[in-house]
Every structure is written in structure tokens, then in C-alpha cells.
């Protein structure tokens, strides 16, 4: 079965230099999250889309914007970066907004030196 | 606003042993939905087991069920026939029904190292 895919798996940056991480959902799921998950900690909610709009706003930095397209895949952009953002970064989607369970990328790994 | 808390940073079982992962939430919702996911060391986030309020009946998938105590608001996982393949970061989520989409909370997680 296709799973959500997440582009790139490892990204190196530098300081205050941008990044964007690429997500495409599951055929037919219309809701996209991201979440951040730093070293040792469980997985905070950043941002949701539903149909291509957003939906709800979590613990995500002004520095970041993301935007969910036509075809539903979903971009999360990373200006200005800073070594504290180094994390794994996964993408989620389900169909609908009820209580389907979310299904997850396998991340991308962004470093920050 | 819901928390979900495991009280269990780390655990270990010998293979084939059961063991049991503890998670508590709180909530004001009567109809909703629990899920476990597992993150092993590739770091994939993958979905254990979910479990919804309203059943009486414990989910179960294959060596995997819940003992889910509503009143006790207690959603705890038992691994039967334990293999090293389920050593891994277990975690225990909680939608948000207060947020547009039902973002999920995490609980911080049980470190579970099945040994041999």
C-alpha cells in the first residue's frame, strides 16, 4: 500500500540559511500535519491542512510557513535557521477530519551546524 | 485541554515474555479515539493500535491488545510473545477534539528493549 512519502530523508544546513521539506500524503487523504520531534522528546504538532487550507496552528516558530497544493502534497519552508531546529520533521495524513488514525512519513532528519 | 501521560520512560522484557505499557489521559470528551504508535530505531513512526471510547471490547492486533479502562481513563498496551524486532519508542496519542482536525497529543514516550 503507498505510504506518505517525505522529501528529502537527511537535510544539512547551515545557520540562517532556509529549507523546505517536502511531503506527499497517501492517495485520497485530504488532511496533512507536521510535526517537530527534537532529540528524546515525543513529536510536537507545528500545523495542519485540510483540503489546502489551514486548519490549525500548533507550536510553529514565525519562521516557518507551510502550504498544502492543489495535487495535496504539503511544503514546510525554514527561513532563518537556527541550531535549535535541528529535529526530525514528519509529515502525517488521514482522510477526512474525524478519528481515522494518522499515517506517517518516515521524516526528514534536518541538521543545522 | 486533554494531557496523556506515561509514567514509564523505560522498560525492558526477555523475548517471548509479555509486557505491559502504562498511559493515562485526560479528558472532558465521552466519544474518542486512542492510539498507540511505535517509533523503532529507524525512527518511523508507525501505527500499534487504536482503540475507541465508545467499544466496551479491548482492541487486539495479533500480540498486540489494549486494556482499556474508561472510567480509570487508563488505555495501557500488552505485547505478548515479545520479539527483538519490538524493541522500540512506544507512544501514546490522544486527539485533540478542541482543535479543527483532531491534531494528536503525545504522551513522552516508554522506551521498550526486548532482549534475547
Known sequence: AAGVIQSPRHLIKEKRETATLKCYPIPRHDTVYWYQQGPGQDPQFLISFYEKMQSDKGSIPDRFSAQQFSDYHSELNMSSLELGDSALYFCASRWGTGDSPLHFGNGTRLTVT | ?116
Open chain 2, 1 to 116: 485541554a486533554q494531557t496523556v501521560t506515561q509514567s514509564q520512560p523505560e522498560m525492558s522484557v526477555q523475548e517471548a515474555e509479555t509486557v505491559t505499557l502504562s498511559c493515562t489521559y485526560d479528558t472532558s470528551e465521552s466519544n474518542y479515539y486512542l492510539f498507540w504508535y511505535k517509533q523503532p530505531p529507524s525512527r518511523q513512526m508507525i501505527l500499534v493500535i487504536r482503540q475507541e471510547a465508545y467499544k466496551q471490547q479491548n482492541a487486539t492486533e495479533n500480540r498486540f491488545s489494549v486494556n482499556f479502562q474508561k472510567a480509570a481513563k487508563s488505555f495501557s498496551l500488552k505485547i505478548s510473545d515479545s520479539q527483538l524486532g519490538d524493541t522500540a519508542m512506544y507512544f501514546c496519542a490522544f486527539p485533540d477534539r478542541g482543535s479543527t482536525l483532531g491534531r494528536l497529543y503525545f504522551g513522552r514516550g516508554t522506551q521498550l528493549t526486548v532482549w534475547p
